[in-house]
């Protein structure tokens, strides 16, 4: 039985309370939907594995993707999404390496999505009109979004084979879509 998105929320939502966390859940799903549509994969899928990738974060911190395959269990995720979702946390907390493309993509736009986020909330138009060069500029500041950690969206890239401005492009182009859901545009009026 595959997983449904449905069964993906119900699960993110017993294990994790906090909205900025179900908010970063929704953008990594977001992008993730972007990049398999520009790549020819599965949206829906790398959506799933996407919106799932933090869902041990909240209650078991110290176990982050390590108590993952154990929850995911009670949805009957796959082998492959397991180890997709794992794979994020490699070399910070995980030695489970990306291997497979969806998983290089994950690893990478993680970060990304935050730094996005952060550069968002700073501007009155938030999302709408964002460019790469305003996210590069932020990215510089390195005690902008200190907790990002850029050198792992650096190593994504160069999994990919990937420039950072077109990664950057695709995260803005997947945030968008969800901009308004997660208070990530402009009120209207």
């Not at 595959?2 to 900025?20: I, M, P, Q």
């Not at 030695?95 to 550069?119: H, N």
């Not at 060069?133 to 200190?146: G, H, M, P, T, V």
Request: proline letters at 4%; a negative charge.
């Amino acid at each position: 039985m595959a997983v449904t998105r449905e069964g993906a929320e119900g699960l993110f939502r017993k294990y994790n309370k906090s909205e900025s966390l179900y908010h970063h859940a929704l953008s990594v799903e977001a992008v993730m939907k972007e990049a398999a549509a520009r790549f020819g994969e599965d949206p829906e899928y790398w959506g799933i594995v996407g919106f799932l990738h933090d869902i041990d974060w909240e209650m078991f911190p110290e176990e982050h993707c390590h108590k993952a395959p154990e929850l995911l269990k009670e949805i009957d995720a796959p082998e492959e999404m397991v180890h997709a979702i794992c794979s994020h946390g490699y070399g910070l907390v995980s030695d489970v390496e990306p291997t497979l493309l969806m998983e290089k993509m994950l690893y990478t736009v993680d970060e990304l999505t935050g730094l996005i986020t952060a550069t968002a909330l700073m501007r009155p138009e938030k999302m709408k009109g964002i460019s790469v060069k305003s996210i590069k500029k932020k990215w510089k500041d390195r005690s902008f979004a200190a907790g990002v950690n850029r050198a792992v969206i650096e190593k994504g890239c160069g999994m990919l084979g990937m420039e950072t401005a077109d990664i950057i492009q695709l995260a803005i182009d997947g945030i968008t879509h969800v901009a308004q859901e997660i208070g990530l545009w402009p009120e209207e009026g």
